[in-house]
């Protein structure tokens, strides 16, 4: 993908400029952290899901740092970019993933990983927390993704296995004909609250948040969230593989992530399964994840 030009003026400072410069050390300290995990190789689907860490931060140029809503002008907000953890698939793969992500969050309030697939959701929560059993997860997505294996199909099973407790997982925006009754029936065994898309319809996003947030940080836990974007209605995420007709709106996503982020409990979100190469024209759906991270820092920078 070839980077757009824009004019430059000096009070219209661009959102990329947040992360200008040298890609920043592991040893580095800031509010905010993006890394990018550029996995696509265990995917159910073939996608070239590992372009979109890159389109995502170039899409970043198109915004400024100022939210109107909230008067915050993210410049005021440390920022760094920690780069792509390389070669992050499989189970050497993992293994980098962890090593990169390990005390991460001893240096920054938030880390946002830019997938990638959505297989990122184990491997990321795996190595920022060595025990799963004392963190929460929020899951916006259209999937429950408890499949058998090791796939972007089976991270939220994978974290279960490994000692996430169940009761302490939401999942916003589970879609019909997305998903079989017998993962269905895995999901209602394991504990996890599902808000499904039809729940969501006479429900504000704000309430849908806020349950969720005292589902899974019960007890002062951290939260993990992870934004599958093809939770969207593929009008807006054309991107995204696996999204449907009749997901959840650009609008609803965005202000479901400002709230999430506001949150001190929420430390981590991932932003996962678009593939870049699939997009339309006008980038629509790479548009989008670039504001996902504008939101998660909007959020943060409210607390």
Known sequence: MNEAKFPTDPNWPRANSLFAGERSSSDSVADFALIGIPAHETSLSATNAHLTPTAIREA??????????????????????????????????EVKVAAALSGL?????M??????????????????WPDLSKIGLITFDAHHDLRDGNSNGSPVWRLIQAGLPGTNIVQIGIAD?????????????????????EEMRDNSIVNIVKRALEIAGANGREIYVDLDVDV???????????????????????????????????????????????????????RLAALLVLEAAAGLSSR
């Open 60 to 93: 970043l140029a198109r915004y400024s740092t100022f939210t109107i809503s909230g008067n915050i002008d993210l410049r005021n907000l440390s920022c760094a970019d920690l780069g792509d953890v390389p070669s992050p698939d499989g189970a050497g793969g």
């Open 105 to 109: 969050l001893g240096k920054h309030k």
């Open 111 to 128: 880390i946002v990983a830019l997938g990638g697939d959505n297989s990122i959701t184990y491997s990321v929560a795996a190595g920022l």
């Open 177 to 197: 004909f997305a998903n079989s009754a017998e993962y269905s029936k895995r999901a209602v065994e394991s504990g996890i609250t599902v808000i499904s898309r």
């Open 232 to 286: 969207c209605d593929r009008s807006v995420a054309p991107a995204c593989p696996a999204s449907l007709p009749g997901g959840i709106s650009a609008d609803e996503i965005r202000q479901a992530t400002r709230l999430v982020a506001s949150d001190k409990r929420v430390r981590a979100i991932d932003i996962t399964e678009i593939d870049s190469s699939m997009d339309t024209p006008d980038q629509r759906t790479i």
